[in-house]
Nanobody
């Protein structure tokens, strides 16, 4: 199982970025998957997660209405469209995954696998 996130960068407040995560060694239809972020000195936080069925289970309240998680099962890709970015969105963003076909959970589960993060910096 391997994940690789990309798409981060420096953007001005109000701008947009689209993060991508390439998944290899497994198929998304048997894994929960999601985006997390971490700033120095703080714990990694779930941003948005999705069940193996493709159903979105969670957006952290701070990003609701601004971020959209999606996946392309055929390409084994996960995306996070981030609009109206704010300085407080600055963090290293990670994609994570957990092998489960359980479709009863909500929130973001504890993931077993992580990719290397991608830095998102929102600053003028």
């Amino acid at each position: 199982v391997q994940l690789q996130a990309s798409g981060g960068g420096l953007v001005q407040p109000g701008g947009s970025l689209r993060l991508s995560c390439v998944a290899s060694g497994f198929t998304l239809d048997r894994y929960a998957i999601g985006w997390f972020r971490q700033v120095p000195g703080k714990e990694r936080q779930g941003v948005s997660c999705m069940r193996s069925s493709g159903e979105v289970t969670y957006y952290v309240p701070a990003v609701k209405g601004r971020f959209t998680i999606s996946r392309d099962s055929a390409q084994n890709m996960l995306y996070l469209q981030m609009n109206s970015l704010k300085p407080e969105d600055t963090a290293v963003y990670y994609c994570g995954t957990l092998e489960t076909t359980d479709v009863t959970w909500y929130g973001c589960p504890i993931m077993d696998y992580w990719g290397k993060g991608t830095q998102v910096t929102v600053s003028s």
